[in-house]
Structures are given as C-alpha cells and as structure tokens.
C-alpha cells in the first residue's frame, strides 16, 4: 500500500499476559483498531503494525479503546514511525555513560501531545536529563538511592500528561524486529 509506514505502539502500564490482556488480544486488537500485519514485542506492551501517516490517529483511539475495555482503565498508546525511532537511537544521547551504572530511558507522550517546554521538566535530582526532544524526554538514572524520579514522572509533572518510557535496550529490539 502506497504510504504505508511501520509504526510502534507503545502502551502504557500493561504487561502482556496479565489483566486478561494477552498476546493474541493485543494484536487482534491492533488488528481491529485497522493497523496491518501486527506484532506483539516483548512482554511490555509493545506492538508494531503498518499504516499510512492519516490513519494513525483513528487507529491509536480505537486500540486505547480496546486496552480499556480489557484493562478496565485508560492507558496511553504513544505512537512513533520506526523511521523516528531509529533516528532517536541514531543520536546516541548515552555515549560515554557506562551502562551499567545508569538505568537508560526514554519517556514518551502521546503523538498528538504538545510539544514539551523543557522549562517545565524542572529540578531532575540526581537523574540526567539528556535530550528533551518535542514528544520524548531521554533520562539516565543511577540504578539505586534517593532522589532519582523516573522520567515518566519527570514529564508527566511538566506536562500534566500521561507518560510511558521505554529502555533503550528495548528500544532497539524494537527498531531490529519492527
């Protein structure tokens, strides 16, 4: 299909296989919400699926329609092109932090979120704010010890939006199978 895109959907505080919402519910979910040739990506609600630029937002509505009615609460589906994501790991923004030492994130609004004002993030404690792009905030936080917010909560406090973040490990596995 001409337009077509391969997107991720990266749904917001679900594990797959718990709360009824298992694989083969996500992906007929996906499926019924019109995105084509879907798949499920680890266990932590993430999804890949084809669609043109102009269906994406009926598409991400109808799937955080279909999460509710399994779930019985709204989760954020924060949906990116695997293009975006690719050109996301492509900066590199952790080059020269020991991966060991940091816990390496990205934190996602929704699509059609307004752009983040990085004077809203405010006082990061000891986590490294190191890239607040238009829709993701990208955070290192030491593994252990106080005051060290997750991004999530870093930007859902700066936006009052609802936020799911994703580690860059996982990120990668994503863009590679996608």
Known sequence: MAGTVRWAGLVRNVMVGREGLDRDTLLGAVEAAGGRDPRSLLTTGNVTFDASPDEVDAITLRLEDAVSAVLGRREVVAVRSLEHLADLLATDPFAGLDPGAWAMEVSFLRHDAAPIDPALIGDAGRTRVLDVRALELVTARPPTGGNRPHGNVLLQRGTGLP????????????VARG
């Open 163 to 174: 936020a799911t973040a994703r580690g860059w490990g996982t990120l990668e596995r994503i």
